[in-house]
């Protein structure tokens, strides 16, 4: 069973557009995912800017490969490295950390991803009523 980032199970990123290194909707990896698509991340028109600037163009459709292009509020497992990259310029996008995978954290420290979650972190106290 993959895990999230928070130490639970992986859930799906998104179906609509389909993501994920295997294109099954969830941010899990192998060993041939040498960009390592862990983050499951939501679009914004900055990031895509961003993206492209830095040779990603996330957002012109790519029929052949059965990619839509990406448009601000999309939900896309995104590469950790560049993540972490967009994070340095101050371009990172939100996160979905029940749907981030946990190898993330070989890229990505988890503070950081929890400043830029969309979800609801636990309580140290696990008091959340």
């Known amino acids: 069973m ?4 928070l130490g639970g199970e992986l859930v799906t990123c998104s179906m ?6 295997f294109r099954d909707g969830c941010c899990n990896t192998d060993g041939n995912d040498n960009g390592v698509h862990t983050v499951c991340a ?8 961003f993206s492209a600037s830095m040779g990603n163009d996330l957002s012109t459709p790519m029929p052949q490969y059965g990619f839509p292009g990406l448009k601000p509020g999309d939900q896309w497992c995104l590469c950790a490295p ?4 967009a994070l340095e310029a101050g371009m990172a996008p939100k996160v979905v950390l029940a749907a981030t995978h946990a190898r993330t954290l070989d890229w990505c420290n988890l ?7 969309v979800d609801e ?3 140290p106290d696990g008091d959340a009523d």
Do not use: C, H
């Not at 993959?2 to 980032?5: E, K, S």
């Not at 609509?16 to 290194?21: E, V």
């Open 2 to 5: 993959p895990l999230n980032v």
């Open 111 to 117: 503070d950081d991803l929890k400043n830029y979650a």
């Open 82 to 85: 560049r993540w972490a990259e």
């Open 16 to 21: 609509n557009p389909r993501t994920g290194w």
């Open 42 to 49: 939501i679009m914004t028109e900055s990031f895509l800017e």
């Open 121 to 123: 972190v636990d309580q």
